[in-house]
């Protein structure tokens, strides 16, 4: 499905972004993943039988670091097909208490390292190339905010409509632009950085019952990087069990029948 595609995947070292790697290069895609740290870009790249991927160590928020990895992937493989910005993350803290720089923290990795990303790709292999692109960029469900991540929610708000409006303004260089939205993904960060309660507790809520896999994610993503997604640009796609439609289970336990359904109103006679 994608012979011959260059990919570059942020975050490739590990959870959502190690499974869209192996995803990509499992339909024959090559792929450079890329984080802060080479060990685990490495033992990614150890995962995959046919040595498609290969990692470079890049910080997404730093532009130096952005235009070094971009020129480099050109360099080793003359072209790039497709952007998958996965890199990101935040510190779980009530609102009040976050600082500007945490505050500022947060929006600039999720945000501007997508921009810092994106802008790149597209101005040195995407337009250039008169090939075009695509480009998906992961966020977050549910879209009606996520409390405790205030910083990340305004980010992720801020980059889903940066695909938007960069579909717009680059569908003239054939260059297609989605965020993939997930709900709650049982990584290894997910599983070991946020209290075991938060875990429960979604785990419980989301309508079916059961987290999101990674494998979900990387097969969602590849999909819209696909043939089959050409048509999809602009568009913010939820893989969340339903949890961007509702956060709490259906119906409350207490009026469940047995049936796991609520009784039928009795008619007005
Ligand atoms: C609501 C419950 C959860 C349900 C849904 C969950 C959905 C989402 C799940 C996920 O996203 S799982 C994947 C998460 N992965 C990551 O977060 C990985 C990447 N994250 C990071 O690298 C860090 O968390 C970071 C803070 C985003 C960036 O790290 P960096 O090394 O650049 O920053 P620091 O130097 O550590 O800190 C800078 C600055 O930020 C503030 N800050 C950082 N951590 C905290 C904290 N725990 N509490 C309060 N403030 C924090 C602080 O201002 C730091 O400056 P200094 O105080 O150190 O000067
Ligand atoms: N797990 C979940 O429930 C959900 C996750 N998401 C989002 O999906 C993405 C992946 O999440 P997940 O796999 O769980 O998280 P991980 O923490 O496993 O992955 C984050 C990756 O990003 C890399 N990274 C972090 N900061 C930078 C940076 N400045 N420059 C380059 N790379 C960086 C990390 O590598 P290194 O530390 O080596 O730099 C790491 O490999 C994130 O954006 C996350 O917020 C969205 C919804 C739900």
Sequence with gaps: MLDGQVAIVTGGGSGIGRATALELAGHGATVVICGRRQEPLDETGALEPHGRIAGITCDIREEDQVDAL???????HGRINILVNNAGG????????ITPKGFRTVVRLNLEGTWLMTHAVATKAFIPSGNGGRVV?????????????????AARAGVENLMKVLAIEWARFGIKLSAV?????????????YPAAFRDHYTE?????????????????AFVVSPAGRAISGSVINVDHGHDVSQVRYPPREIAT????????ARRT
């Design 70 to 76: 971009v020129d480099e992937v050109l360099a080793r």
């Design 90 to 97: 935040q510190f779980l803290s009530p609102a009040e208490d």
């Design 137 to 153: 960029s992961v966020t977050l469900t549910p879209h009606t905010g996520l409390a405790g991540m205030a910083h990340s929610s």
């Design 181 to 193: 939205a997930p709900g709650v993904v049982a990584t290894e960060t997910f599983m070991t950085k």
């Design 205 to 221: 809520s989301v309508l079916a019952g059961e987290l999101v896999t990674p494998e979900q994610v990387a097969q969602t993503i």
């Design 258 to 265: 047995e049936r796991g359904s609520i009784e039928q109103e």
